[in-house]
Each structure stands twice: as structure tokens, then as C-alpha cells.
């Protein structure tokens, strides 16, 4: 089990979709991250929130849109995904400058 | 290009043999961040050692940092079966530091295969 939730597990959706992922920490942590990982690659920095405010966006297409409503929940909002969109997506939190990451263990999605 | 570059891409081992994977970079660092990822699961944070530290042990662990080599390396000793997992090291770059976060750049991963 880790500290960091994420849900669902696992989604299916169409090219039409739309749909959430949901991240939840409750270690007080201010830092929040949404990774994309595909197979056998390292997880990839989409976008950063620091203090509730977006502090990097890693030049995501706009299909995908983050939202951080308090301190401890992070959602990312999915709309008119293509199939090779389809991954592992992880949620992490921290405390800030040399402190570990707290991952999830991710939500797995397939767009067809 | 990535920041950190791993080696070996992937290394199989008996039970009960030490297991070392090496991590280079480019840049100037903050600190260096080993994870552990078991297949399909979220990474779990096995050390970090940050720029003006030299090595630092947990439990079977060891990493050692060279930063005139921009180089680290990871030593699992009297390796178990449940080691068998990927194992990626992560930078945060000086120049993209930001407040109160960091953005940590991954290597490409070495997969570890314990053989019992």
C-alpha cells in the first residue's frame, strides 16, 4: 500500500471520452506531480503543483487539464484522448527540495 | 537528451549475489534519487544523497556519488528474489530548480532479474 491514492486503477475509454483520474495524499505534502509512464520507459513530468498553483506544465497537449483543489487532491481531466495516449499514469507528492517522491501506484489507461 | 543514462539496461543474477547498476548525467545536480519500480506498480523511493554527499547505506543498500565524474552508482547486496524490479535514478537539475518542488529527470531504468 502506499500513501498516495490514485483511482481508478484501470480505464477503458473511447476517443470521445471524458473521463478523470483522481490523486489524494494526506501527508501534508505541497508538491504535487502527474507522471506519464509508457512500457519499459521512465516516468515522464507532465505537470507540477506547488502550493496548490501550477508551476510547470511540461508542454502537454490540452486534451489533458489538471486541477489541484486543496492541498491534498489532484485530478487530471481527460477529453478527446488518441490511443497512443494510453499508459500508466502517475500521481507523486513532496515535500519540496530533497525529499523523496511519494508515488502511486498509478492508474492504467487505454484509449481505444 | 535525458539526464541520467543507467547501465547495465538490464542485468540477471543468482540469489544471494550483489547486483550493481551505475547512473551518469550531464548537468549540475541538487541531489540523486534511486527508485524501485515492481511491474505495473507506482515507484517506491529506495535513497537519495544529495550533491555534497559522497555515499550513503540503507539496510543492503549503498550508493555512492561522484560528482566530479557525474556519476552514481547503486549496490544491492546479498540480492533476494523479491529485488527482481526496475530500478531507475533521477536527478534534480540545478538550473530547473523551483519552489517549493522539484522536477526530478529520470534515466532510462535497469530491470534487475533475481534468479533463485
Known amino acids: 500500500d502506499t500513501e498516495v491514492t490514485q483511482t481508478p486503477k484501470h480505464l477503458v475509454m473511447g476517443m470521445t471520452n471524458k473521463k478523470s483520474l483522481k490523486c489524494e495524499q494526506h501527508?501534508?505534502?505541497?508538491?504535487m506531480y502527474w507522471y506519464k509512464q509508457k512500457a519499459k520507459k521512465p516516468p515522464e513530468l507532465m505537470f507540477v503543483y506547488s502550493y496548490e498553483k501550477l508551476s510547470i506544465n511540461e508542454s502537454v497537449p490540452s486534451r489533458f487539464s489538471p486541477e489541484c483543489p486543496n492541498s491534498s487532491l489532484l485530478n487530471l481531466h481527460l477529453h478527446a484522448l488518441q490511443p497512443e495516449d494510453s499508459a500508466l499514469y502517475l500521481c507523486?507528492?513532496?515535500?519540496?527540495?530533497?525529499?523523496?517522491?511519494?508515488f502511486g501506484n498509478g492508474t492504467r489507461l487505454t484509449v481505444t | 537528451s535525458q539526464q541520467g543514462e543507467e547501465d547495465p539496461q538490464a542485468l540477471s543474477i543468482q540469489e544471494g549475489e550483489n547486483a550493481t547498476m551505475n547512473c551518469s548525467y550531464k548537468?549540475?545536480?541538487?541531489?540523486l534519487q534511486w527508485y524501485r519500480q515492481n511491474s505495473g506498480r507506482g515507484l517506491v523511493h529506495l535513497i537519495l544523497?544529495?550533491?555534497?554527499?559522497r555515499e550513503k547505506h540503507s539496510g543492503r543498500l549503498r550508493v555512492t556519488l561522484d560528482t566530479s565524474k557525474k556519476s552514481s552508482s547503486l549496490l544491492i547486496t546479498a540480492s533476494r528474489a523479491a529485488d527482481t524490479a526496475s530500478y531507475f535514478c533521477?536527478?534534480?537539475?540545478?538550473?530547473?530548480?523551483?519552489?517549493?518542488?522539484?522536477?526530478?529527470?529520470f534515466g532510462q531504468g535497469t530491470r534487475l532479474t533475481i534468479n533463485p
Open positions: 507523486a507528492s513532496s515535500q519540496g527540495h530533497n525529499s523523496p517522491l511519494h
Open positions: 501527508m501534508g505534502h505541497r508538491a
Open positions: 533521477a536527478t534534480e537539475v540545478i538550473r530547473l530548480l523551483i519552489q517549493g518542488a522539484q522536477k526530478l529527470v
Open positions: 548537468t549540475s545536480i541538487n541531489n
Open positions: 544523497i544529495r550533491s555534497n554527499e
